[in-house]
């Protein structure tokens, strides 16, 4: 049975607007997350990114993680990535686009 969706929106540049995160269970085994992104502008430019860095630590600090890109690299549609290895943290990155692109990312993990 999957977990409950984590659902996050952001509109216009993550350079501005910030980077949607989500981190998941590394405990549940086998590990298994997915995130669908939807774009609402054909004039938007995203990355789907996985991180090793986060220890569970409210300390965490986005900026100074070491990120790495997924399958999804200068999407500009909708589409899903899936993660069948660990990660310990995963963000939307919109890198252009207008102040009003808008993308929408569901994150859901298996168990």
Known sequence: MPSNPSRQTLTGLSSTSGFPTWFP????????ASV???VNSSAISY???A???????SNFIST???WFSSGL???????LASFGFPV???RV???SGSSTGTVAATFMQAG
């Not at 269970?25 to 298994?32: E, K, M, N, T």
């Not at 690299?73 to 589409?79: C, G, R, V």
Request: glycine share 2%.
């Open 25 to 32: 269970d590394v405990v549940i085994r086998p590990f298994s």
């Open 36 to 38: 669908a992104c939807v």
């Open 47 to 49: 990355n789907v990114e």
């Open 51 to 57: 991180s090793l860095d986060f220890t569970g630590s």
């Open 64 to 66: 100074a993680a070491t």
């Open 73 to 79: 690299s200068a999407s500009t549609s909708n589409a």
């Open 88 to 90: 310990s943290a995963l």
């Open 93 to 95: 990155n919109v890198t």
